[in-house]
């Protein structure tokens, strides 16, 4: 584990809010251990171990049903720890892969067996090491004979350049953290409009409501001015909105949250039940469990 690198909250709290029955923890993550699934030579960051099991005992402790892994960056395109995680879940998780151009089909209809469901696009220039589009057009439509869909992490201020590039994917994409807006410029700003827009004119695109503790100036334990943002997602796109704990937080600098704290966030930014039921129920089982 790097020295300066923030572990996971050791004993969250018991949430207030109680999920409604089936609920899905649509992003989170599992890390090693990293003896037996060695972190990638590549890696920009190297975690503390977060390993399945823990993941699935915080599953349970905060009240959820499912889980829906993530493949991070620390392990590059190697999928052994996801795919040992979804293994372990007795169909209670899916997950999202990490590939390279050089996939197979054959590769790739073994990960659908043991529940993958798409793969991760990543933009975030801190964490990766940039991908020519060709290379991403590729993998998309090897991905689509299986009925995948793709995830995309980006920075607010790259959106308008990659505008062209998601419009053009073949299959359903999901943007990780809203598109990671700067709260401080409101629901208002172009940047963020800007995002809207894009998922009021493509109905291919679906949001995680993600992250309040890495977007919020604000900070724990209200993170308040998520809300709006979150709220605004959920009213305008209340099928295509999905909401994930981020566990076990990785590159967080500023404090490691409570992850009861987040779940608590929920009917602030869906406060009807009908509302909770599709951001946690519905939409993610519609998506990673309808086959």
Partial sequence: MDPNYMPFHPNPTKPAYVPPAGAVDAHCHVFGPGDVFP?????????????????FELRDFLGFS?????????????NRAL??????????ARGIASVGPQVTMAELEEMDAAGVRGVRFNFVK?????????????IAEKIAELGWHIVVYFEAQDLADLVPF??????VIVVDHMGRPDLTKG???????????????????????TCPERLSVVGPPTYDDFVPFGRELVTRFPDRVLWGTDWPHPNMT??????????????????????????????????????
């Avoid at 801190?126 to 590729?138: C, H, M, N, Q, S």
């Avoid at 998601?166 to 299959?171: A, D, G, V």
């Avoid at 004119?201 to 409501?209: A, G, H, L, M």
């Avoid at 009807?272 to 309808?290: F, G, I, K």
């Fill in 39 to 55: 972190y990638a030579p590549q890696r920009k960051y190297t975690p503390c171990d977060a390993p399945k099991e823990k993941l």
């Fill in 126 to 138: 801190r964490l990766v090491d940039a991908t020519p589009k060709e290379v991403y057009i590729g």
């Fill in 166 to 171: 998601l419009n053009s994917l073949p299959t």
């Fill in 254 to 291: 500023t404090h490691m949250p409570d992850d009861g704290w987040l779940v608590d966030m929920i009917p602030r930014i869906a406060p009807s039940q009908e509302e909770q039921r599709a951001l946690l129920v519905d939409n993610p089982m519609r998506l990673y469990w309808s086959r």
């Fill in 187 to 209: 629901v208002d700003h172009p940047d963020f409009r800007r995002f809207v827009d894009l998922m009021a004119t493509n109905d291919r695109i679906w949001s995680k409501v």
């Fill in 83 to 92: 795919i040992d995680a979804l293994k372990a879940s007795g169909d209670l």
């Fill in 66 to 78: 499912r889980n829906v892994i993530v493949q991070a960056t620390c392990h590059g395109h190697d």
